[in-house]
């Protein structure tokens, strides 16, 4: 696997943990203080989420094309790149959910 390839990976490790590392909306915008306690809801890291998805992957699609052909990708290929972005996502959600803070 190339340089570029290893760092998509890592970009989408970084990028599917972000929301559930910090409060802020994309980690730039604070949120409006009518949430509760300064707290995204799940709803939103959701959206935050897939939003991410999108952009790891025209990221990758970028580094695709500087490298040389782009191949063709079927919703296979979407419907597991997003399962493994979920996965990636893991240990952020279990840190956010279902670690006890005291």
């Given at each position: 696997?190339?340089?570029?390839?290893?760092f998509i990976v890592l970009v989408a490790l970084f990028g599917a943990n972000l929301p559930f590392f910090n409060q802020?909306?994309?980690?730039?915008?604070?949120?409006?203080?009518?949430?509760?306690?300064?707290?995204?809801?799940?709803?939103?890291?959701?959206?935050?989420?897939?939003?991410?998805?999108?952009?790891?992957?025209?990221?990758?699609?970028?580094?695709?094309?500087?490298?040389?052909?782009?191949?063709?990708?079927?919703?296979?290929?979407?419907?597991?790149?997003?399962?493994?972005?979920?996965?990636?996502?893991?240990?952020?959600?279990?840190?956010?959910?279902?670690?006890?803070?005291?």
């Open positions: 696997m190339s340089a570029a390839g290893w802020r909306l994309f980690a730039l915008i604070t949120l409006p203080s009518a949430a509760p306690a300064g707290r995204k809801s799940g709803w939103l890291r959701l959206l935050e989420l897939i939003v991410l998805y999108f952009v790891v992957g025209g990221l990758g699609y970028v580094l695709e094309s500087r490298a040389g052909n782009v191949f063709a990708q079927g919703w296979q290929f979407y419907a597991i790149s997003f399962s493994l972005f979920l996965v990636f996502a893991f240990p952020g959600f279990t840190l956010r959910y279902l670690v006890k803070h005291r």
